[in-house]
């Protein structure tokens, strides 16, 4: 406790040097990619698909290695940019539909507004996902000064647009925006090369006479819709020719495009000046959805389960932190850590101070980072909802199994279409036969993820009163939390009512 404080006292008159230096407060970018499967790129162990401009940053910056987001794109979004735990939010069943009128909620304060108090410039690229069916829900006034991107969970990447039955079909509706205004020019850009283009622009163009936030919420590596939900342009395509897997090859394009996005997008910060002071988080919202879920082709393998799951193949995430203000760069860092830290991280690490009065669930990483000192936080409620969940505790993980059409095995079965060399990255322990399996029938599974990252191994009848004790911290922090604030689907947000796109259909003067 002293030490942290120490270091914290280190750290504050660190930052204080560099205003003294007539510098100012370090840029903050979060490049956050969605559905990234945990042992995809290079920097996991994934030897398929080249990720060079990812690793690189990666391997100069600190990987970190014991990293959990939440299951799914609108909870973990939630998280990262509040603070707090999607439970606490009302935000811990499912993802906001286009239809359906409910986001997070407005009494929360959300990172961009912290950062803008003090001093920041603030920009927002790429997905939202935190609801929009009246504007005040929407990214340009929840604090962020600019915003080119959409605003639901997923849509074309070359037209931008949304709807279950496809490109063009019932129901379909643009979403693309620029602020407040419907984009129609872009129809045919590639979405992650949109985005990377505009994150160069901001940067070039950046007065650095203030300090910069850029949230970079990327489309890839999520799926589009159909018919065709998983594009690339062509010469990436034709990167990938040797996977004989179409959905693989596919994804494969997609992620290359988002590495040589993020390659341009370091060359700018170098090439501005900006570099040197600059943090830059790189994270996957989520576990990768592998084998055909929603559509896609991640790989976790060798972790348990996929997207939507609370095996650690849902919720042990990619990330790294980057930047020349690191102490230790080049290392990995095993400390436990939940993507709701990042605020109050980022708080610390920019030398400023969050209020006392928010309940944030998240916790100040920065001196584990920056001093290695011991983490944070030994726990972490990974959700509880419709009777399924999971506490993670030291090395424990307690596992209430499954909700219905859960991916519980280890994806991909077939594995002709995956690298070779990824299990080098995961080593998982043996599987002892004489354990029994885990199922929906079983009060809860117990797995020690120190010996069995790949969760074969179910030994709650062997440690009876850990397992009943962890059971119980979940059930009382389940009883706290606030209900589940979805909504169902209203027929008046249909984009055919709305001059073909989607809208904050619920103001009395939507965007037409
Ligand atoms: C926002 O209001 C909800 C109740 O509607 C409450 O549960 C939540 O804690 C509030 N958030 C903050 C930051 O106070
Ligand atoms: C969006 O807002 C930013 C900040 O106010 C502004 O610089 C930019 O020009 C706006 N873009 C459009 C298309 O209005
Ligand atoms: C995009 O452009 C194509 C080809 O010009 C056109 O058919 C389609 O309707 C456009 N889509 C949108 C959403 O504007
Ligand atoms: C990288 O930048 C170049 C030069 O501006 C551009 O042509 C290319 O499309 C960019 N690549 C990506 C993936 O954004
Ligand atoms: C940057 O902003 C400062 C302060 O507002 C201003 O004095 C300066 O002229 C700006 N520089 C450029 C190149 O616009
Ligand atoms: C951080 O501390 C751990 C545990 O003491 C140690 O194993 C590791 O090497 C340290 N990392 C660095 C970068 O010093
Ligand atoms: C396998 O589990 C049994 C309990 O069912 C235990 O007695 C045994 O030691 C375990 N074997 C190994 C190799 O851990």
Not at 195 to 200: E, I, N, W, Y
Not at 210 to 218: E, M
Request: aromatic content about 12%; some cysteine; hydrophobic content about 35%.
């Amino acid at each position: 406790m002293l030490l942290t404080i120490m270091y914290q006292i280190m750290w504050i008159f660190m930052v204080a040097t560099y205003v003294e230096g007539g510098s100012h407060k370090p840029n903050i970018i979060i490049v956050l990619a969605d559905d990234l499967g945990y042992t995809d790129a290079g920097f996991h162990g994934g030897d398929q698909i080249p990720t060079p401009h990812i690793d690189k940053l990666a391997h100069e910056g600190i990987i970190l290695d014991n990293y959990y987001t939440a299951m799914i794109c609108t909870p973990s979004r939630a998280a990262l940019l509040t603070g707090r735990h999607p439970m606490q939010l009302g935000l811990q069943h499912g993802v906001v539909a286009p239809p359906c009128p409910f986001g997070l909620a407005l009494n929360e304060t959300l990172l961009p507004q912290y950062l803008k108090k003090f001093g920041y410039v603030t920009h927002m690229i790429g997905k939202w996902h935190l609801g929009f069916f009246t504007q005040e829900y929407t990214p340009t006034h929840r604090g962020f000064d600019s915003h080119l991107g959409f605003w639901s969970g997923r849509t074309d990447y070359f037209s931008h647009e949304n709807g279950v039955f496809g490109v063009g079909k019932r129901g379909a509706g643009l979403d693309f925006w620029e602020n407040m205004t419907v984009a129609r020019e872009y129809n045919g850009s590639y979405g992650t090369e949109l985005f990377g283009d505009r994150a160069v622009d901001l940067i070039m163009s950046h007065n650095q006479s203030k300090p910069f936030f850029l949230y970079l919420p990327h489309q890839a590596v999520h799926a589009g819709i159909p018919p065709q939900p998983l594009k690339a342009p062509q010469e990436y395509l034709d990167r990938f020719k040797f996977i004989k897997h179409d959905g693989r090859r596919r994804y494969a394009a997609m992620l290359s495009v988002l590495d040589d996005s993020i390659g341009n997008l370091t060359a700018a910060l170098k090439k501005s000046g900006m570099y040197e002071n600059t943090i830059l988080i790189f994270s996957t919202d989520n576990g990768g959805p592998a084998d055909g879920f929603d559509g896609n082709y991640a790989s976790n393998w060798p972790l348990r389960g996929c997207k939507y799951t609370n095996w650690e193949g849902g919720v042990r995430a990619a990330s790294f932190i980057h930047s020349p203000l690191l102490k230790n760069p080049g290392t990995t860092s095993h400390h436990l850590m939940h993507i709701s830290d990042w605020l109050p991280t980022i708080m610390s690490a920019i030398g400023e101070k969050l209020p006392s009065n928010i309940d944030y669930y998240g916790v100040d990483q920065w001196p584990s980072i920056q001093f290695n000192v011991s983490s944070a936080r030994n726990e972490i409620m990974h959700n509880y909802d419709d009777g399924a969940g999971a506490i993670r505790y030291g090395d424990y993980k307690l596992v209430i199994c499954c909700t219905e059409n859960e991916m519980n095995g280890w994806y991909p079965e077939e594995r002709s279409y995956i690298g070779a060399n990824q299990k080098l990255y995961i080593h998982c322990g043996e599987r002892n036969s004489s354990l029994p399996s885990c199922t929906s029938a079983d009060k809860y599974c117990l797995f020690d993820l120190a010996s069995d990252p790949c969760e074969y191994n179910n030994i709650a009848s062997l440690m009876p009163e850990l397992a009943e004790r962890l059971y119980r911290k979940l059930m009382t922090f389940a009883d706290a939390a606030q209900p589940p604030r979805n909504k169902p689907s209203d027929p008046a947000s249909h984009p055919s009512k709305h001059n073909g796109h989607w809208t904050d259909w619920l103001d009395k003067h939507p965007v037409l």
